[in-house]
């Protein structure tokens, strides 16, 4: 499993079309949100999801077998007992990184990642990755005064307050 800081920046910086598994089309929610974020820094994101026709201006597929470009990542937003069979899905489409987002914990399906060659991130998250390694924090509200050590200061009391 990779979990140290050049191998996170070697993943991030190698692999630059990421299919992300269970993307929502719902602005809301943190697929979403981090896959839209990475759009941004220019990655290629391709929506894994039988619920949609597309999401974030990419064609959705209901599989990562379907998806008819070579992968790099595949991204996955589903729960730890979900997993096994995306991993047989990753190692067919010949996808070179299996990441599992904050929360997902699956040992037995990292082993067989593993063990058929994928490099394996878990229990992160790739946008807060990205952000962390290749400076991006700001866009987390860091140094912009929306997220601030400083205690806020106390607002003006009405004059019809008595004390």
């Known amino acids: 499993m990779i979990d140290d800081i050049d191998g996170l920046r070697r993943v991030l910086a190698e ?3 990421i299919a992300v598994v269970g993307l929502s089309a719902n602005w809301f929610r943190p697929s979403y949100f981090a896959a839209k974020y990475m759009q941004e820094r220019g990655y290629r994101i391709i929506p894994v999801n039988p619920a949609y026709e597309e999401v974030l201006g990419e064609k959705c597929y209901p599989s990562l077998r379907d998806i008819p470009v070579k992968v790099d990542m595949v991204d996955c937003f589903r729960k730890a007992e979900d997993i ?3 991993v047989d899905d990753a190692i067919a ?3 070179r990184t299996l990441w599992l987002q904050l929360g997902v914990v699956n040992p037995e399906a990292e082993s067989k990642a593993e063990s058929a060659g994928l490099r394996v991130v878990m229990d992160r998250c790739v946008k807060i990755e990205y952000a962390r390694l290749f400076g991006g924090l700001g866009w987390f509200g860091v140094n912009t005064g929306v997220i601030s050590s400083r205690r806020p200061p106390m607002p003006p009391r009405p004059a019809s307050d008595p004390r």
């Open 15 to 17: 692999d630059r079309v």
């Open 84 to 86: 096994p069979p995306l």
């Open 93 to 95: 489409i010949g996808a």
